[in-house]
């Protein structure tokens, strides 16, 4: 079966820094993975895709994600933290049938 | 706005009462879903629609849960003899049949109904 794990629940970062999201895979073949934001009173947007074409995928508003198949990862980035990514970031994989399994989310909190 | 949309918003509702949520998804989208989301934690898939067939129904979704899509295009879903721990964000998505990249179906989500039952 197909799952994901994030391994923070709430990382913090200054604005200007560089933000690192975390997240884990488990998969028996070669995964459709995701990454979605949430705002507040807002609908769930996805930022970006992985779906087994390059392994560095650029998202929407500066955010990149890696697919490490050795490491079974695939970490949100971001250089530059800008007070609108205040959020909170879910890793997603799709299962077998086209629906989607989130992690449990990573809330990000932006210092001004 | 051509986005998912969901009705209502907001729902308060006493123990015991029957709740239907209305979704409507983008224009031409075959597939809908419904997912659920608790406080603190992800999205859980509910169900899916293809067209007006449900093709899967998560083991969440008990007896008392019942949705439907009739014409293929706007779907319901009902809760009956509502509990506490029914009290969730509960958000419709919906997707194209036809993938744009890589064959993966994007979804596009609605902003949700929060269901409080007091």
């Known amino acids: 079966a197909q799952s994901v794990t994030q391994l923070d629940s709430h990382v913090s970062v200054s604005e200007g820094t560089p933000v690192l999201l975390r997240c884990n895979y488990s998969?028996?073949?070669?995964?459709?993975l995701f990454w979605y934001v949430q705002h507040p009173n807002k609908g769930l947007q996805l930022l970006l895709k992985?779906?087994?074409?390059?392994?560095l995928v650029k998202g929407i508003n500066g955010f990149e994600a890696e697919f490490k198949k050795s490491e079974t990862s695939f970490h949100l980035t971001k250089p530059s933290a800008h007070m609108s990514d205040a959020a909170e970031y879910f890793c997603?994989?799709?299962?077998?049938?086209?629906?989607?399994?989130f992690g449990t989310g990573t809330r990000l909190t932006v210092i001004p | 706005d051509t986005g998912v949309s969901q009705d209502p918003r907001h729902k308060i509702t006493k123990r015991g009462q029957n709740v239907t949520f209305r979704c409507d998804p983008i224009s031409e989208h075959n597939r809908l879903y419904w997912y659920r989301q608790t406080l603190g934690q992800g999205p859980e898939f509910l169900t899916y629609f293809q067209n007006e067939a449900q093709l899967e129904k998560s083991r969440l979704l008990s007896d008392r849960f019942s949705a439907e899509r009739p014409k293929g295009s706007f779907s319901t879903l009902e809760i009956q003899r509502t509990e506490q721990g029914d009290s969730a964000m509960y958000l419709c998505?919906?997707?194209?049949?036809?993938?744009?990249?890589?064959?993966?179906?994007?979804?596009?989500f609605g902003p949700g109904t929060r269901l409080t039952v007091t």
């Open positions: 998505a919906s997707s194209s049949l036809r993938g744009r990249l890589g064959g993966s179906y994007e979804q596009y």
């Open positions: 992985y779906t087994s074409a390059a392994t």
């Open positions: 998969s028996s073949y070669s995964p459709s």
């Open positions: 997603v994989v799709e299962t077998g049938a086209n629906n989607l399994f």
